[in-house]
T-cell receptor, first 114, second 111 residues
């Protein structure tokens, strides 16, 4: 039972570097999400994907891009990392059709931009 | 837009006492409300959810939540707190395409 798997778990980047955070789920969910968690601000939605081939902006999309590669995988890319993007990033997935079902979360990626 | 608010950053209770973690919501249409818990260096774990018609919802680890439509609230409760309940708690509201979270409440249960 893998659930939602995120890689890497930890990453340190220099300002201006790029990287891609990977996420995969094995629950056949249509909906996938990327959040960032910062102290005192809870989880803020960066992007979401309601189904394969579609993506939409959330609350804080600036500086990020996403790709819904297939039904299983949803990646988050930082093209030019900034210190303000230091955060813990969580990927999640849920059934789209049944709105009263819960989301399942990965273990998170702790990103530091220096 | 749908949203939830958690008015308390921190809640402290003594072990064995009842606990309440507050959440209020703002939605158009039916509310789909959830509580999650986060332990240190872990992802979020589902605790319970509101199902239309059941104002008192029971969930994992002895937690329950009371839905109040007139007060637009969905407070998390437990009759007798344990030290192991100490964690970060998030209230969330789900729409068709997204899920929004509150800022979180850190619960500390002291022996």
């Amino acid at each position: 039972n893998a659930g939602v798997t995120q890689t890497p778990k930890f990453q340190v980047l220099k300002t201006g570097q790029s990287m891609t955070l990977q996420c995969a789920q094995d629950m056949n969910h249509n909906s996938m999400y990327w959040y960032r968690q910062d102290p005192g601000m809870g989880l803020r939605l960066i992007y979401y994907s309601a189904s394969e081939g579609t993506t939409d902006k959330g609350e804080v999309p600036n500086g990020y891009n996403v790709s819904r590669l297939n039904k299983r995988e949803f990646s988050l890319r930082l093209e030019s990392a900034a210190p303000s993007q230091t955060s813990v990033y969580f990927c999640a997935s849920s059934e789209r059709e049944r709105v009263n079902t819960e989301a399942f979360f990965g273990q998170g990626t702790r990103l530091t931009v220096v | 837009a749908q949203s939830v608010a958690q008015p308390e950053d921190q809640v402290n209770v003594a072990e064995g006492n009842p606990l309440t973690v507050k959440c209020t919501y703002s939605v158009s249409g039916n509310p789909y409300l959830f509580w999650y818990v986060q332990y240190p260096n872990r992802g979020l774990q589902f605790l319970l959810k509101y199902i239309t018609g059941d104002n008192l919802v029971k969930g994992s680890y002895g937690f329950e939540a009371e839905f109040n439509k007139s007060q637009t609230s969905f407070h998390l409760k437990k009759p007798s707190a344990l030290v192991s309940d100490s964690a970060l708690y998030f209230c969330a509201v789900r729409g068709l395409n997204d899920m929004r979270f509150g800022a979180g409440t850190r619960l500390t249960v002291k022996p």
